[in-house]
């Protein structure tokens, strides 16, 4: 089959990479796309909001299924645009339509709908600037910290975890009154700060079956030992060793299996990914987001885990044949490290030449380079284009080995100003070690 894929990120090569491994895949298309794409499918030049050029480049090409890695063209409706042309509707979807996609694209609705469906989470209040006044008063009656969140899209840096009462204060201000993350902090959620370990747990859905993906743990700040602001994904390790099977047995009960049920009950039919982030809270499991697509790195962590024909688990998914689907899993760990530019979240230089990507093929068998922001130069060089600027994933028989296949490609790259952290995994080797000094 012709398979479209869009997005131009780090998930979104980890997707043609595992896709172009399948014998189900006569050509793959991707748009926009990066230099690490262009190997494994063909590119077109479009925009991931570009709805009529998306549409024509499917006729045109005759796309049997398109597949959507980024979250703004689903909470803008790409599905139910292209469904609404006859000459597009039939084409086989992964990604949820806009009633679907609003469970990450407003954080009010989605906290809604976990209260509604009895699904585990933080307490919370949301407020606008109409009553800013409201939202003070009922900052000074948490104990801090205290975690305010932009209710729209706000590219992964929406979520703001304040120290103390002034600073969550001064933040609702400058998120409701100065347009902080403009339009999508037009409403902002104050909600309770669970302490505990986060995990990513990755459903792939029908709508009305569902299959769980290997899970990952990823790592958000900047600085080394979770130091800094917060970033759209710095490093990701899978499996995650607390996620046993006692816990991600909770994990299904409470939270995955309620919110497939939810959905199919408000009527919305949910064909794609569910990305849910968890806090493990002394061994019970709460939902902190919904994303409604995989998680960038983590996807580069968890995909090379699996072991199935990653197409047949998209046909499935979206023609709702996903009932006594075995998926296959590999034994290895898998670790992402994410090469980043100087400056990153805050502002960062583009067009610095990449070197060391030569050094080795992209996949040598022990670790993989997945582009994210990098765009082509001239006689065949790469540059940064992004803040997020490579992900390097390595794999192993354990948690160190993968780490020091990962490690060892990061340092055969460099370009001027490169940042990484050298701590990824490196709370989970601890947590191992004072497990196994328990009597």
Request: glycine share 12%; net charge negative; with cysteine.
């Amino acid at each position: 089959m012709n398979i479209l894929l869009i997005g131009s990120g780090g998930r979104e090569h980890a997707f043609a990479w595992k896709i172009a491994q399948s014998n189900r895949c006569t050509q793959l298309f991707v748009a926009p796309g990066n230099p690490g794409t262009s190997g494994l499918g063909k590119t077109l030049q479009l925009s991931i909001t570009d709805f009529e050029g998306i549409k024509t480049a499917c006729i045109q090409q005759k796309i049997d299924m398109i597949v959507v890695g980024p979250e703004e063209p689903l909470v803008k409706g790409l599905k139910d645009f292209l469904q609404d042309h006859k000459e597009t509707k039939s084409i086989l979807f992964v990604g949820p339509g806009k009633d679907g996609a609003i469970l990450e694209g407003s954080k009010d609705f989605s906290k809604d709908f976990m209260s509604k469906f009895g699904i585990p989470t933080a307490a919370y209040q949301t407020f606008t600037k109409d009553d800013l006044n409201e939202g003070l008063k009922f900052i000074s009656a948490q104990d801090p910290p205290i975690v305010l969140k932009a209710d729209g899209l706000a590219a992964g840096k929406g979520v703001l975890i304040c120290a103390n009462h002034e600073e969550a204060k001064f933040q609702l201000g400058e998120m409701l009154l100065q347009e902080k993350f403009g339009e999508a902090s037009s409403k902002v959620v104050i909600e309770e700060f669970l302490t505990g370990i986060e995990l990513s747990v990755f459903v792939a859905t029908d709508g009305e079956d569902y299959v769980i993906l290997p899970e990952a743990k990823d790592y958000k700040r900047i600085g080394e030992e979770d130091t800094g602001p917060n970033t759209g994904g710095m490093g990701a390790v899978s499996p995650v060793p607390f996620a046993d099977e006692s816990f991600m047995k909770k994990v299904q009960e409470r939270i995955v299996r309620p919110t497939i049920d939810g959905l199919k009950s408000e009527g919305i039919d949910y064909r794609g990914f569910l990305f849910i982030g968890i806090m493990n809270k002394d061994g019970d499991p709460y939902v902190i987001e919904y994303n409604v697509r995989m998680g960038d790195p983590e996807t580069q962590a968890v995909l090379p885990r699996i072991k199935s024909d990653f197409v047949e688990l998209l046909e499935r998914m979206a023609n709702k044949t996903l009932k006594d689907y075995k998926l296959l899993v590999n034994g290895f760990v898998s670790t992402t490290v994410v090469m980043v530019a100087g400056g990153y979240p805050d502002s960062y230089e583009k067009g610095k030449p990449i070197e060391g990507l030569d050094s080795a093929v992209q996949d040598d068998g022990v670790s993989i380079v997945f582009h994210a922001g990098t765009k082509a130069g001239a006689q065949g060089q790469v540059l940064t284009n992004g803040g997020r600027v490579l992900g390097i994933t390595g794999q192993g028989a354990t948690l160190q080995a993968a780490l020091s296949n990962t490690y060892e490609r990061v340092d055969k790259i460099h370009w001027e100003s490169v940042n990484f952290r050298r701590d990824i995994g490196q709370d989970i080797l601890k947590l191992g070690l004072e497990a196994s000094q328990k009597p």
